[in-house]
């Protein structure tokens, strides 16, 4: 059943905090960027010890109001920025010891169950999915892309197996009608040729619209490139993820600079190159059983993290092209 109001409130839960906070090591002290502040979780936990910094990041207008609440309990250890994540390198942090970049890729069930930004099937009215600083709506991207575009969105940021007949419906409905969250849901369901049982017919397709309409793939790349850039040596970042598509992302980017030489070092007659990361595991860390039983969407969070060898601004990194398909997919904005 559809709802057009907000569900009850529930407790925010910090997915992987006590993880989190066990790598990043607050208890000595530094400056620490939370790329998305959301709740501010993450935020709180690391204020709770006294030498720490927090400079918080978030796409969201909302997240400001929480962020104002902070501000007056630690109004010298605490700065909030209404920015993209991607935008990290333009804060000034020359004089700042930077010991710890955390990401946090998920939704708040807050942000999830918001009418006005539409970001789930359960809501009624115009498709939105705007999380803020966006430059176009999924309402636009459904109703003027072509099929072919539509078909690849969802098969490449939803892993959509019926993504051609979902396009091509979409496609032939619109001739007539606006397509709104329920007629999207409706067509959805009406072209999917097996359904799941656990899962809604309409949950890889409207994660698909989430990530284009956010331009969630170049946001996290340049975000994962910058991170890089302003950390200080010894410290870590460290990024949970929901879905596969970033952690293939983020392991992609630690692995490549764990283990292929990216930093050049001139030394006399040679040159030299180094590795910009350290890999502590090849496997990432999951919630355990007892957080999940807490809060269930937790269980699909996945949390990598590197520490960073080299006091260095400048790196080699073929992570653009890797994920080349992926940026050309979101590219299909530039129609709107």
């Known amino acids: ?9 529930r407790n925010h839960y910090p997915v ?24 501010g979780g993450y935020t709180k936990k690391i204020l709770d010890f006294a030498d720490t910094k927090v400079i918080a990041l978030d796409r969201d207008e909302d997240s400001s109001k929480k962020a104002l609440e902070i501000k007056e309990k630690y109004e010298d ?50 498709l ?25 969105i969802f098969k490449y940021f939803g892993e959509e197996k019926d993504s051609n007949r979902i396009a091509h419906n979409i496609v032939e409905d619109r001739a007539t009608r606006k397509i709104t969250t329920e007629e999207l849901v409706r067509i959805i369901e009406s072209s999917k040729r097996k359904k799941n049982q656990k899962t809604h017919s309409a949950t890889k397709v409207f994660q698909a619209l989430r990530i284009f309409v956010n331009k969630e793939i170049s946001e996290l790349i340049y975000g994962l490139i910058n991170a890089a850039k302003v950390v200080k040596k010894d410290g ?9 598509l970033e952690d293939k992302i983020v392991k992609y980017f630690f692995k490549s600079l764990s283990e292929n ?17 350290r890999s502590i595991s090849k496997k990432p860390i999951t919630p355990s059983a007892k957080e999940i039983k807490e809060n269930p969407p937790s269980r699909s ?18 992570i653009l092209e890797k994920f080349d398909y992926l940026i050309k997919v979101e590219n299909f904005s530039k129609k709107l």
């Open 1 to 9: 059943m559809m709802t057009n109001t907000i569900l009850e409130v």
């Open 16 to 39: 992987l905090l006590s993880e989190l906070i066990s790598i990043i090591n607050p208890q000595y002290g530094g400056t620490f960027i939370d790329c998305t502040f959301g709740q």
């Open 77 to 126: 250890r605490f700065l909030f920025k209404n920015i993209k994540f991607s935008q990290i390198k333009n804060l000034k942090l020359k004089n700042e010891n930077i010991k710890g970049v955390m990401f946090d890729l998920g939704y708040s069930y807050t942000q999830i169950k918001d009418p006005k930004k539409g970001l789930s099937f359960e809501t009624i009215g115009e």
């Open 128 to 152: 939105n999915m705007k999380m803020g600083i966006n430059e176009f709506s999924a309402k636009e991207a459904i109703n003027i892309l072509d099929e072919k575009e539509l078909a690849q």
């Open 236 to 244: 870590v970042i460290a990024v949970v993820t929901f879905h596969s």
């Open 261 to 277: 030489k990216s930093v050049s070092r001139y030394i006399p007659k040679n040159e030299e190159k180094v590795n910009l990361f």
């Open 301 to 318: 969070a996945k949390l990598r993290y590197v520490i960073k060898k080299e006091d260095s601004y400048e790196f080699e990194t073929d």
